[in-house]
């Protein structure tokens, strides 16, 4: 069969099939169609969910990112709260402190009152029926200035005091304090020239105290009666206030608190002086200077160191004319203490008192 033939019989082959219905048998693709492609499909497929899972991811980390932020407004709030209290427990503590410091004040400021009535109650000016002596009523601006110093307390302190002056001697006493730069006491009496108001001023302005030892030193004046008494101290307080512009509030009794010649009267005296805010001081170490004969430095040294060993010592020399040997032991006594381990303080109301012992009153 040759060629047109066979393409006669095809035709007639599909002519008879499309005749009948019958579907056509698959053969070459019609040109301009795109045959069915899965793996097309199935990357678009692919692709989209990797689209959805990226943006589901970049939503979850978005959320994530929210989230610390909130974390970190959160933690830098409770940071601040925290500091804010930090801050309030140091004020509060402070504040404790400081109230701790004045409650200690205000129970040492109490203590020195019970201490004070304690003392008044023993050596009450009243009488058992409740009587007060007229004597309380003299001299109404007899009364010590009031103390805002620091009080002395532990450690080992030397106290040099000296009695009886002003005196030539005061001069040389100074000039020696002030070589040691070393601070005393001077107990003094009624002395009216114009050198020894000068050596009065410079005891003040040295930084040195300046106390009372009445104003003639005539035991029988001074002790014949508690009116006598604050007669003469009355008088120096006013002669010291209008030379050196100072009241003082310190005193000592001539011959010290406890002698033959006041056993009738120191209980009042004490009472009386103690209720007008003065405080008196003895002493525990002494130059035993008081003699008709000068004694020899030496000596006078020896006496004075006596007090080593004590914690706090009150040491009596004098200021009087003849002493002039109690001026050169003083280097001496000075360097003795220093080299003992002491500290030099003058006497004011914040010195606990050393005082001669007595029997209790009744």
Not at 122 to 140: D, F, H, K, N, R
Not at 178 to 193: I, L
Not at 196 to 202: A, C, G, K, S, V
Request: charged residues 20%; hydrophobic residues 40%.
């Amino acid at each position: 069969m040759d060629e047109t033939q066979e393409q006669a019989l095809q035709r007639e082959e599909t002519g008879g099939a499309e005749a009948a219905g019958l579907p056509e048998e698959a053969g070459p693709a019609a040109p301009g169609r795109t045959p069915f492609k899965p793996l097309f499909f199935a990357a678009l497929l692919l692709a989209g969910l990797l689209a959805g899972g990226c943006g589901w991811l970049a939503l979850r980390a978005w959320d994530s990112a929210q989230q610390e932020f909130r974390l970190h407004g959160q933690l830098d709030q409770e940071l601040a709260a925290a500091s804010q209290l930090r801050q309030e427990l140091e004020q509060a503590r402070a504040g404790l402190t400081a109230a701790q410091g004045e409650l200690a004040q205000v129970q040492e400021e109490l203590a020195r009152a019970q201490d004070t009535i304690d003392l008044l109650e023993e050596y009450s000016v009243a009488t058992p029926e409740g009587v007060v002596p007229e004597y309380t009523q003299l001299y109404p601006d007899f009364y010590a200035p009031d103390w805002e110093g620091e009080r002395v307390t532990g450690g080992q302190v030397c106290c040099l005091t000296f009695d009886d002056g002003p005196s030539a001697n005061t001069d040389r006493i100074l000039a020696v304090l002030e070589r040691y730069g070393v601070k005393a006491t001077f107990f003094v009496v009624g002395r009216t020239g114009q050198a020894d108001q000068e050596r009065m001023r410079r005891i003040v302005e040295g930084g040195h105290t300046l106390a009372m030892h009445s104003w003639s030193h005539d035991y029988k004046t001074v002790y014949a009666s508690v009116e006598g008494f604050l007669e003469e101290f009355y008088q120096l307080y006013q002669w010291i206030y209008e030379v050196t512009g100072t009241y003082p509030q310190l005193f000592r009794f001539p011959g010290g608190s406890i002698n033959g010649y006041n056993r009738g009267v120191y209980q009042e005296i004490i009472g009386e002086m103690t209720r007008r805010g003065f405080v008196y001081f003895d002493w525990n170490a002494s130059a035993q200077d008081a003699t008709v004969t000068p004694l020899a430095p030496s000596v006078i040294a020896a006496g004075c160191l006596k007090g080593v060993g004590k914690e706090l010592v009150v040491v009596l020399a004098h200021d009087s004319a003849p002493r002039g040997t109690t001026v050169d032991a003083l280097p001496a006594v000075i360097e003795g203490y220093q080299a003992a381990g002491y500290t030099f303080s003058p006497l004011h109301p914040g010195v606990t008192p050393v005082t001669m012992g007595y029997p209790r009153a009744k």
